[in-house]
């Protein structure tokens, strides 16, 4: 069975870290990504890597804040975030695919159950 499982969300005031991980499990993902949701907004792209981590991209709205990356041994996904916004504040997902590092979420099979990110100004 496949398994995307986040952790690392919680409470932090504007300004501050946050490390989130993503753990995945019964599947290696060669394409690897964090999605937000805030209320009432679409899901939103947030950062990319491909296995290798030579092909990396970041939305507009995070660059030079977020650092996405991962290990491979442990088939595990990081994003440390950094200098967080009150616009931060979302549930964070992981997601995983084959077809490269892109911005859609369709083109991702494998998702995590999210996990909750709020930024208090």
């Known amino acids: 069975q496949v398994q995307l499982v986040e952790s690392g969300g919680g409470l932090v005031q504007a300004g501050g870290s946050l490390r989130l991980s993503c753990t995945a499990s019964?599947?290696?993902?060669?394409?690897m990504s964090w999605f937000r949701q805030a209320p009432g907004k679409e899901r939103e792209f947030v950062a990319a890597?491909?296995?290798?981590?030579?092909?990396?991209y970041y939305s507009d709205s995070v660059k030079g804040r977020f650092t996405i990356s991962r290990d491979n041994i442990k088939n595990t996904l990081f994003l440390q975030m950094n200098s967080l916004k009150s616009e931060d504040t979302a549930v964070y997902y992981c997601?995983?695919?084959?077809?490269?590092?892109?911005?859609?979420?369709?083109?991702?099979?494998?998702w995590g159950q999210g996990t909750q990110v709020t930024v208090s100004s």
């Open positions: 997601a995983g695919g084959e077809a490269g590092v892109t911005t859609f979420p369709n083109d991702y099979d494998g």
């Open positions: 019964g599947r290696f993902f060669s394409d």
């Open positions: 890597i491909n296995w290798s981590g030579g092909a990396i």
